[in-house]
């Protein structure tokens, strides 16, 4: 897949969240882990991947097969800001998508940890709006 990458930064799926993907590269900070997230979602079909990358207590009842549906057409990640310190984390973004030919913003605030050299999803404040 030669294509740009879903996530916004403008280059090569295979140079930017594919890795992470595949599992062959750790995301290295809160926002390449969310924004390899991010791509997930909007492919679909990376269940296992967005449970691998949830701090486990957050994302229990979750399952691999339910995370990997696309529920939602993922248009595009703005991140608005991130940072880190220490083993904690944050990515402040937001994201457009469609349901039924209608958009929304979803704008989060989302938590992260650094949990024995990865980076976890913890969870995150969100607010819609049209
Ligand atoms: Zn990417």
Redesign the pocket.
Known sequence: MNNQ?L?G?KIP?LQ??EPYLKGTAIASSPEELM??RY?AYALGGYGEYLLKTWFPPMSSGMTAAELSKRTQQWLSLEILGSGSKGPDGWVEFKSIYQVKGVNSVMHERSIFSLIDGRWLYLGGEVSYNR
């Open positions: 990458c996530c930064k799926f930017c969240c924004r390899s791509s």
